[in-house]
C-alpha cells in the first residue's frame, strides 16, 4: 500500500493532554532504564502473589524469560482485586446480543462466574498447563472461559468462530487440546449460525492415520437454541454445569512464563502457527499499552474493540489488557449491518461509548455506506479512536476522525501483531502530534529498526524491514510444538533481532509508516491469511492441479484473496460438466479453512507464469488481478504464458 506525502498535522488538544494519563516522560524513562522501565510497570498494573527479583533472562536468545521467578494469577488480576478493591459494582461488560439482548456484568459477577467455571474445569480434570480450545461466539462466556482457563493455570486456544471444522481439528490435534468448549450457535447476520456442528465433525472418528484423540468432555454454551447432535458422556451443557458450582475458587499463584495461550495465525507456509504467549510479560505489556495508548480512565471511560476474542486484538484488547485495568467495555456479538446499517452506531450511542477501538476495512465501508448515517447518532461521548490491522489510508483516517470523531478525537493508528502479543508502535493520544497514516512511534520501552535486507540501519525515507532490536515483555516465546520453526521464521535471518515480515520506512521526522507485509502473508479485512494455505486448500480439490494465489489491491477490504488454477487434464471434462467451476473451488476453501478464506476471484488458466527454476512469479499475476499492464516478464521459462492468461481475464 502507498503512503502518500501528507502535510496534516493534529496536535492533542491542551485539555486532552492536561487529563492524559500518559506524558512524554514516559519516553524519558524507558529511554534511561529500559529494563527498569518495565519492572516499574509490572509492579504498578499488575499483583504478583510472589514478587519477582529478575526482570528479564536473555541468556538464551530468543527464548526470552522475563519476570521468570515472579508468580502471579492472571485471572485474579483481571477480576479478584478489583471486586476486593471495593470496585465490585462497576460494569466490567455490556453485552449487546446481535438480536437486540443485552446483559451488563459487573465485575464481582464476572468474578463469580470465572471461579464456578474454573471449579467445572478442574472437577472435568483440566489442570495446570492442560490445553482448552475454545469455539465460541462473542458472547460474555467466551471471556469466562478464557478467564476461568487462565485461573486455573491451564492453556487455551481460542478458534475463532468462522474458521471451518477442518481448520478446528488441526487446531485442536496439534495443541493436543483436553476439552472443547463451545455453543449451539451464534448469532451472525440476522440467523444463527451453528457452531456445534464444526466440533462434531472435527472430533469425528479420524480413520486410524489421525493423532490420538485428546478431547475427554465438549462444554456446549446454548445460545442459538439450534438443534444440534449430541454425544452423551462427552458432552455437557453448560447451564447445567457451571451454575450448580461453587462460587469460591482460590486464584493459585503460578510462574511468570506459565503459557496462558496459543493463537493460530498465518504465516508463509500452508500450517498456521501456534503463537504461544505466557503470562506475566503479556499481561504487564497488555495493561500498559491498553492504559496509555487508549488513555484509560477506569472510572469513567466506556471503552469497546469491536474485534472478535478468536484474534489477538480480542486477546489483548478485549480480555487482558482491559480487564486488568478494571475497565468498562461493551462486546457486541453480531455484524455492524444487523439488523441494518449503522448498528455499531446505535450501540455507542446507547452506551456512551467514549473510547473506540476498530479495523480501517471497516470504517472504509463506512465510508461506502455513507456520512449520513454516523451523523444521523449522537456519537458525542467519544473522544479517542484507534485503528488496527493494517495501514489506515489517510483518506479513512480523516473521514474517521471527521465523522465519528466530531473532527476533535485523536486517532491511535496501532502496529503490532499476533506475536507482538501487545501495541508496539502506536501514537500516545496526548503526547503524539499525530499524521494520519502513519502509526508513528514506538511505544515507550520498545525497540524498533528499519533495516535493509543485509541488515543493515536506513536512514530516514528509505524503505525496508521493520525489525525488533530488544527483547519486549509480550514477545512470544514460541512456536506451539515447533521450537526450531520460531527461531527460522523471526530470528535467522539477523540473529539477535525480530523479523516482523512487515515493510516500513521512517519519514523525515522519524516517524514510521507501514508499507505491508514483505512475505506471502496477505492482509484481508485485517485477518492474517496465507498464500500457501489457501493454495494447498485448492489443490486438496479433485478438479485442481495447481494453484497459486495472490493477494490484490482491494478498495474496501486492503487485499483481496485473488486465485488462478489450473485444472487436471483428467478432470476437464467433470469439471466442464458443473456450471460454476470458481464457485465449486471458492465453497471448497471456505470448507476447508473457512470463509474469510474464500477467494474474491478464482481465474481457471491453462499454465502459471514459472521462472526457470519452477518459481511462481506472483508480482506478474498480481499486475493482471489488479489491472496493471503487465511487468517484466524476462525471467520466466515460457514468456508466451502472461499473454494467455491476460487475454483469458480480459473476457
Ligand atoms: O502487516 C501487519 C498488519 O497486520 C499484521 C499482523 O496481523 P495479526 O497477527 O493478525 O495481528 C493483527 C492485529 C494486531 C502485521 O504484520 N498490521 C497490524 N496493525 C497494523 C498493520 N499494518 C499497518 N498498520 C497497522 N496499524
Redesign the pocket.
Known amino acids: 500500500?502507498s503512503t502518500p506525502h501528507t502535510h496534516d498535522r493534529f496536535a492533542p488538544s491542551e485539555e486532552f493532554s492536561a487529563h492524559a494519563i500518559a506524558g512524554p516522560e514516559l519516553y524519558e524513562e524507558a529511554a534511561a532504564d529500559r529494563l527498569g522501565f518495565w519492572a516499574d510497570q509490572a509492579r504498578e498494573l499488575v499483583s504478583w502473589s510472589t514478587p519477582f527479583t529478575s526482570v528479564l533472562d536473555w541468556s538464551n536468545p530468543p527464548f526470552a524469560r522475563w519476570f521468570h521467578d515472579g508468580e502471579l494469577n492472571v485471572a485474579y488480576n483481571c477480576l479478584d482485586r478489583h471486586v476486593a478493591a471495593g470496585r465490585g459494582e462497576r460494569i466490567a461488560l455490556h453485552w449487546e446480543g446481535e438480536p437486540g439482548d443485552s446483559r451488563s456484568i459487573s465485575y464481582a459477577e464476572l468474578t463469580e462466574e470465572v471461579c464456578r467455571t474454573a471449579n467445572l474445569l478442574t472437577a472435568l480434570g483440566v489442570g495446570q498447563g492442560d490445553r482448552v480450545a475454545i469455539y465460541l461466539p462473542m458472547i460474555p462466556e467466551a471471556i469466562v472461559s478464557m478467564l476461568a482457563v487462565a485461573r486455573i493455570g491451564a492453556v487455551h486456544s481460542v478458534v475463532f468462530g468462522g474458521f471451518s471444522a477442518d481448520s478446528l481439528r488441526s487446531r485442536i490435534d496439534d495443541a493436543g487440546a483436553k476439552l472443547v468448549i463451545t455453543a449451539d450457535g451464534g448469532w451472525r447476520k440476522g440467523k444463527v449460525t451453528p457452531l456445534k456442528p464444526a466440533v462434531d465433525q472435527a472430533l469425528a472418528a479420524r480413520g486410524g492415520a489421525g493423532p490420538q484423540e485428546t478431547v475427554e468432555h465438549v462444554l456446549v454454551v446454548n445460545r442459538g437454541d439450534n438443534v444440534i447432535d449430541w454425544v452423551p458422556g462427552r458432552d455437557l451443557w453448560w447451564h447445567d454445569e457451571v451454575p450448580v458450582m461453587d462460587a469460591e475458587h482460590h486464584p493459585a499463584g503460578f510462574p511468570a512464563e506459565n503459557p496462558l495461550f496459543i493463537l493460530y495465525?498465518?504465516g508463509t507456509t500452508g500450517k498456521p502457527k501456534g503463537?504461544l504467549h505466557t503470562s506475566g510479560g503479556y499481561l504487564t505489556q497488555a495493561a500498559f499499552t491498553h492504559r496509555t495508548v487508549f488513555d484509560l480512565h477506569p472510572e469513567q471511560d466506556v471503552y469497546w474493540c469491536t474485534?472478535d476474542i478468536g484474534?489477538?486484538?480480542g486477546h489483548?484488547y478485549v480480555v487482558y489488557g482491559p480487564l486488568a485495568n478494571g475497565a468498562t467495555q461493551v462486546i457486541y456479538e453480531g455484524t455492524p449491518e444487523s439488523p441494518a446499517p449503522g448498528r455499531w452506531w446505535d450501540i455507542i450511542e446507547k452506551y456512551r461509548v467514549t473510547t473506540f477501538y476498530t479495523?480501517?476495512t471497516a470504517v472504509r465501508s463506512f465510508m461506502k455506506q455513507g456520512r449520513e448515517i454516523p451523523l444521523a447518532r449522537d456519537l458525542s461521548s467519544l473522544r479517542l479512536l484507534g485503528?488496527?490491522?493494517?495501514?489506515?489510508n489517510p483518506e479513512a483516517w480523516r473521514w474517521f476522525r471527521e465523522i465519528v470523531g466530531a473532527g476533535t478525537t485523536p486517532i491511535v493508528?496501532?502496529?503490532?501483531?499476533?506475536?507482538?502479543g501487545a501495541?508496539m508502535?502506536?501514537a500516545l493520544p496526548g503526547v503524539t502530534t499525530l499524521k494520519p497514516g502513519s502509526?508513528q512511534t514506538p511505544i515507550p520501552g520498545i525497540d524498533i529498526d528499519i533495516v535493509d535486507e543485509a541488515g543493515a540501519p536506513l536512514p530516514n525515507g528509505q524503505s525496508g524491514l521493520?525489525v525488533v532490536t530488544e527483547p519486549w515483555p509480550s514477545m512470544l516465546r514460541g512456536i506451539w510444538n515447533d521450537p526450531e520453526r520460531f527461531v527460522e521464521t523471526y530470528w535467522a535471518r539477523f540473529g539477535d533481532r525480530y523479523v516482523?515480515?512487515?515493510g516500513a520506512r521512517r519519514d523525515e521526522d522519524g516517524d514510521v509508516w507501514?508499507?505491508?507485509?514483505v512475505d506471502d502473508?496477505m492482509?484481508v479485512s485485517?485477518?492474517?491469511l496465507s498464500t500457501a494455505e489457501i493454495e494447498s486448500a485448492l489443490v486438496a480439490h479433485e478438479f485442481t492441479a495447481e494453484a497459486a494465489v495472490i493477494g490484490a489491491d482491494d478498495e474496501t477490504t486492503g487485499q483481496a484473496v485473488v486465485a488462478f488454477v489450473i485444472i487436471k487434464s483428467s478432470q476437464l471434462e467433470h469439471a466442464h460438466q458443473v456450471a460454476d467451476v470458481a464457485a465449486v473451488l471458492r465453497r471448497h476453501v471456505g470448507e476447508q479453512i473457512g470463509a474469510i478464506a474464500r477467494p474474491r476471484d478464482i481465474y481457471v488458466v491453462e499454465e502459471l507464469p514459472k521462472t526457470r527454476s519452477g518459481k511462481i512469479m506472483r508480482r506478474l499475476l498480481r499486475d493482471v488481478a489488479e489491472g496493471r499492464e503487465v511487468g517484466d516478464t524476462t525471467s520466466l521459462a515460457d514468456t508466451a504464458v502472461m499473454q494467455t492468461i491476460s487475454s483469458r481475464l480480459r473476457h
Open positions: 500500500m495465525t498465518s503463537i474485534a484474534w489477538i486484538t489483548s479495523a480501517p485503528s488496527v490491522g493494517e495501514p489506515i493508528d496501532t502496529w503490532w501483531q499476533t506475536e507482538t501495541i508502535v502506536s502509526a521493520l516482523a515480515g512487515d507501514l508499507l505491508g507485509r502473508v492482509n485485517g485477518h492474517r
